[in-house]
């Protein structure tokens, strides 16, 4: 017996209610001296970001609520909530008010949540990872997966590999396609390499060739048959550089929301699948790939566009 089908359902995303351009940061040009990076908006990417003024839960209230819309579903359809973030606000007393808040906003009642934090700007596809886990083994027929982040009070918003936004984006992984139609998720993959997992390393194309093998030599696909990837928003000679080291051709990639959107953390990805669905990137029956990296660590998931 084969495994069972498993879909990908609903993606959406919101972003922060302010667009900022990237010349209104105020420290850009002390933070470019830091990191080293000329003063060269073009070369870079950068463009505008988005920031927010709302709190975490909501950001990530409203995404899920899109996407449980989007895939033709209510709250009360929903098995189970994976919610990621890279930072949760407060104590961890505070925890359990903050997943109330998201739970309650959509109207998913009652149901076991899970959240997902240590995996940085790729925890939203290590929550994808869980959640076909659940419904492949039968415990959950529909979860929610959401991605909520937003750059804490007096945080800067330039790092070394990108310019951050605020915003959340979200799905369903379900048991069933439904009628929305969406994605068969054939699959999810990891690399790790433990002794890089810290920041200051570099982010790694092996792993990334590594994950691109797991994916797709089992189902005898190769990265031809890729037809787009959904990256990580980070500048744009990083990510060409490292998928294209990866084995992507530049055709496959998609520079545009790097300056549009600039990086939403682990959401970028999902926001990507969006923007490119929704510009004719991704056609009928055609595979295309989510995924993202940091230092030490790449994870992948593989989708076929089902209509």
């Known amino acids: 017996m084969g495994s069972p089908a498993i879909f990908l359902r609903g993606p959406s995303y919101v972003l922060g209610e302010f667009e900022v351009d990237h010349t209104d940061i105020a420290n850009l040009a ?62 961890a007393e505070s925890h359990g008010k903050f997943v109330a808040s998201v739970l309650s906003a959509i109207g998913l009642g009652d149901i076991p949540a899970y959240g997902v934090n240590l995996n940085r700007c790729v925890n939203m596809l290590a929550g994808l990872d869980v959640a076909s886990a659940f419904v492949a083994s039968g415990r959950h027929r529909t979860v929610l997966v959401i991605s909520t982040d937003k750059v804490a009070d007096g945080a800067d918003r330039m790092s070394q590999f990108a310019l951050f936004s605020d915003g959340a984006a979200a799905c369903v992984v379900a048991a069933d396609a439904g009628e929305d139609g969406g994605y068969e998720l054939l699959g999810c993959a990891t690399a790790q390499d433990t002794a890089t997992l810290d920041w200051t390393n570099q982010i790694s194309s092996d792993l990334s060739r590594v994950v691109n093998d797991r994916l797709l030599n089992p189902l005898g696909l190769g990265l031809g048959d890729i037809a787009a990837l959904m990256h990580a928003n980070l500048y744009t000679p990083l990510v060409v550089m490292k998928e294209r080291q990866a084995g992507f051709s530049m055709q496959q990639l998609y520079l545009e929301n790097i300056g549009r959107v600039g990086h939403c953390f682990a959401a970028d990805p999902l926001i990507n699948l969006v923007d490119r669905a929704a510009l004719g990137h991704v056609g009928a029956g055609s595979h295309c790939m989510l995924a993202s990296s940091v230092p030490g660590s790449r994870i992948g ?7």
């Open 30 to 91: 002390e933070l470019a001296a830091v990191f080293n990076l000329a003063m060269d908006a073009r070369l870079w990417g950068w463009g505008r970001i988005r920031t927010s003024r709302r709190e975490l839960e909501d950001l990530a209230a409203d995404a899920g609520a899109a996407a449980v819309r989007a895939a033709g579903l209510s709250g009360a359809s929903i098995d189970a909530l994976v919610l990621c973030s890279n930072r949760i606000p407060g104590p």
């Open 301 to 307: 998931v593989l989708l076929r566009r089902t209509r």
